[in-house]
Structures are given as structure tokens and as C-alpha cells.
């Protein structure tokens, strides 16, 4: 069975301090893809990022960043100098399989992050 | 910028009544999905849809729900007799995935319908 668990349920945060969410996955699958959304106090989902299970480079883009290690089945999502406009809660997600698999997204309970002025 | 729409944005409903919650998914996008959120609670799967019929469905996904794209353009999600416990967020989302490895594809979610059975 696949499952995705981030085990903080909410963080707080000051102002331009550096935030690391973790996201620990479960799967049998070799092939298999990990997302990232955000969903802002607005409701909708807004898609991060995705790597497969191929690639364990770690990606940076502007002030994000995401670490993933498959030895310890990992995809932990780091904000740099975090922002009040990054309070939203952050789920991270896995879509396993290749032919057969319909793509759908086994999301992690969330995590709440909250940066305070 | 290409979007997922969803109307309405928010549904009002009583227990026992049927609803249609409806979506526009992007247009050059091949695979449709309807994901629910409970207040509060994580995002879970209800139901995938690829060339005109179901390619999987979740537990939840009983005989009380349906799916259908009428045309070239909606996709809706249907609930026959609503129950106090379907009062969630209900998100459509698509991709330009095609038959082979649609995991690799990264979904587009609408705003979504809050639906509220009262």
C-alpha cells in the first residue's frame, strides 16, 4: 500500500527564518513520482513540484528547495528566508507506478505553516 | 494561463438531495480526477476518468456517486442522495497525461466546490 505521512502537523515561524517541512513516503513500487502543493488560506491547490523516483538530485528554485533520499524514502521541502505569504498549508504527495496506474495522488495529512511578521 | 474552473463555488444542499458539481478542465488535458477534502483534512482520491470511463475509483467512491463528461468540455461529479458526511471541499483536477505513465504528469486543480449538506 502507498502512503505519504508529514509527521508536523503545524509550524510557526518567524519572518525570514529558514523552514524545513518533512515528508517520509511509503511505496512498493520502483517507479514512482513525489509531488509537492500548496494551498493557500484561499482553498486552492497550487502545484510545487515533481521528481521521480530516478531522480535524486536536489532541485532549488528561488527561495525553495526540496531534499529527496531514497535511502530513507524522504522528500523534505526547505523555505529559505521564509515569508508571510508562504503561511499555507503544504501537502506533499506520491503517484506510483507506470503503465496501469491511473496517476492518482496519495496526499500526506498536511502541514500548517505559519511565518509571523 | 490555462485554468481548471469549478461552479459553483459553494452548494448548499439538504440530506437526501441529488447534486451535480461541475468542472472545466484544461482544455488539451486527457485525464480528469475529483479529489474531496473534509474540513481540515488531508486530500483524498474519489475517482479518475480517461477516454469516457473510469480507469479507478477509490472506497469512497460508492454507488452514490457518478462521474460524466457530457461534452468535449465539462466533467462532472454527481452525488444521487446526499448524506451529512459528504459536506467537504471537492477538487477536479486534470492532466495532459495520456494512457502510458499518467503518475508522471503533474495535476491541475480547479478552486474547488464547497458543498455543505445540511
Known amino acids: 500500500a502507498q502512503k505519504v505521512t508529514q509527521a508536523q502537523t503545524e509550524i510557526s515561524v518567524v519572518e525570514k527564518e529558514d523552514v524545513t517541512l518533512d515528508c517520509v513516503y511509503e511505496?512498493?513500487?520502483?517507479?514512482?513520482?513525489l509531488f509537492w502543493y500548496k494551498q493557500p488560506p484561499s482553498g486552492e491547490l497550487v502545484f510545487l513540484i515533481r521528481?521521480?523516483?530516478?531522480?535524486?538530485q536536489n532541485e532549488i528554485s528561488g527561495r525553495y528547495s526540496w531534499n529527496f533520499q531514497k535511502s530513507t524514502s524522504s522528500f523534505n521541502f526547505t523555505i529559505t528566508a521564509s515569508q508571510v505569504v508562504d503561511s499555507a498549508v503544504y501537502f506533499c504527495?506520491?503517484?506510483?507506478?507506470?503503465?496501469?496506474?491511473?496517476?492518482?495522488?496519495?496526499f500526506g495529512q498536511g502541514t500548517t505553516l505559519q511565518v509571523k511578521p | 494561463e490555462p485554468e481548471v474552473t469549478q461552479t459553483p463555488s459553494h452548494q448548499v444542499t439538504q440530506m437526501g438531495q441529488e447534486v451535480i458539481l461541475r468542472c472545466v478542465p484544461i482544455?488539451?488535458?486527457?485525464?480528469f480526477y475529483w479529489y474531496r477534502q473534509i474540513l481540515g483534512q488531508k486530500v483524498e482520491f474519489l475517482v479518475s476518468?480517461?477516454?469516457?470511463?473510469?480507469?479507478?475509483k477509490s472506497e469512497i467512491f460508492d454507488d452514490q456517486f457518478s462521474v460524466e463528461r457530457p461534452d468535449g468540455s465539462n466533467f462532472t461529479l454527481k452525488i444521487r442522495s446526499t448524506k451529512l458526511e459528504d459536506s467537504a471541499m471537492y477538487f477536479c483536477?486534470?492532466?495532459?497525461?495520456?494512457?502510458?505513465?499518467?503518475?508522471?504528469?503533474?495535476?491541475?486543480f480547479g478552486p474547488g466546490t464547497r458543498l455543505t449538506v445540511t
Open positions: 482544455s488539451n488535458h486527457l485525464y
Open positions: 521528481r521521480n523516483s530516478f531522480d535524486e
Open positions: 476518468f480517461y477516454n469516457n470511463e473510469i480507469s479507478e
Open positions: 511505496t512498493r513500487d520502483t517507479t514512482y513520482y
Open positions: 504527495a506520491l503517484s506510483g507506478g507506470i503503465s496501469g496506474n491511473t496517476g492518482k495522488l496519495i
Open positions: 483536477a486534470s492532466s495532459e497525461a495520456g494512457k502510458i505513465t499518467p503518475s508522471s504528469y503533474e495535476q491541475y
